[in-house]
């Protein structure tokens, strides 16, 4: 059985992060969350605790018997044809156990045994470490409202989220990366059952009712192919990246204080004090402070591109494929901007009252952003 101690479960920076780690271990210990010697649970949420008798138990068996636990975690199809028993999917029971291994060791301090984003170090932490449960991710190479491709899971873990405490873990080997995203996904796929069990409950049954177990399977079934259709809907760039020049910044300059972006960023770029609504997650959000040259989603061009064609799925920035689909170019252009602010260039101020914002900023479109163009082929774009 596998023992929850410091040594195990803290192990999340490589040598060259000591001095983070020397940081955050006292506040890690005081909050006595990875000292306890006790198997590693899943936390039954709230929701789902507070359903009446008839339902509690059905649903946590459910989550049980699709999700395992995690010291044996496994993934399960639903079966009509064989009469309710579920079958095996592809991913295979030992790749899992490596992935949810690695998962409590170097993930779980600050995402939670659970992927709920609740570990023992996220109070200390902000933005706080990421809640997998609602199946929402920020920085992905998807229209806003589908879910990551695995390989932008990767991105993430890979290089770590700069700017925010999310590591990189750049040195773990192949088959421990692939086995532990497989896992996060694991996770994100029984959070969302979870809270979709949840809502089942209250909207469809009444006190005495039990669940329809193929009701629950077709729930397991679309949350399943969410995952899977990601695959098929890269963003691409509608027109090819003008070649960078002092003059493609300056019209991103002056797109970024006419089209809406200075509205929640400022004119200067540094953001604004004030919040710009709320997350998905619940969290308050703020603009980002473009100035600090931190880009938590990568600063690779085609990353910056797809936040502003997109938005970051999840947060307030919004999507400007629709605002701006009479003059692509002009993404391309707000990339070029952004880097030059990132990097630390200067900018005249008197710009800011030669281009004043259009008389409506550019109507922002959260929910719909189509992709670009289908990328059939895996990682054309990477
Ligand atoms: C020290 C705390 C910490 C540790 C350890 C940590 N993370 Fe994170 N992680 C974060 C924070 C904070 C964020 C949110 C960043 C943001 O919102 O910009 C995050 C975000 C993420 C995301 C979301 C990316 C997206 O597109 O929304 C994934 C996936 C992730 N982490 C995976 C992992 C995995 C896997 C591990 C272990 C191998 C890990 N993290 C370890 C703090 C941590
Ligand atoms: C409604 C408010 C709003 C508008 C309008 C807006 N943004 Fe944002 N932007 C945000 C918020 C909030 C974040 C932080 C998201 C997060 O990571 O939680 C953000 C983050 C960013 C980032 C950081 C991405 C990263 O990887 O960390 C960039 C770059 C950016 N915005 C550029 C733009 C540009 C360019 C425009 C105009 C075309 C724009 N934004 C318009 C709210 C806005």
Redesign the pocket.
Known sequence: MQVFTVSRCWR??GQQHWRVLAI?LPALLLSGGCTRSQPAVYVISAKIDELPAKQRAPAVDVLKRYFGTPESPRLMAPSVASGGTLLIEKADPAHLKLGGR??RR??A???GVTGDGN?P?AEY?N????N?LPG?????STPRGSK?RRL??IR??RFG?K?????S?RW?PDDEMEA??D??ILLSRRGELEIQLAMEAELELDEEDDFDLEVVGDIVNDIADSWAEAKHQVVLPVVRRPASSEETVMLGRKAFLTKGCAKCHGADGRGRPENVGKDDWGHLAFAADITMGTL??GRRPLDIYRRIYAGI??TPMPGFSEALKDEPETIWHLVDYVRAVAAGQEFDPADIERYRPETEPAETEPAETEPAETEPAADATQ
């Open positions: 999340p920076f955050l690695i998962y170097r993930c301090s600050c995402h570990g170090a932490l933005p706080p470490p990421r997998y929402k991710f920020k920085f992905m990551p932008d899971l993430t873990i989220a700017g925010t405490s999310m590591p873990f773990l532990v995203v896992y996060v938590h989603g799925n999840g």
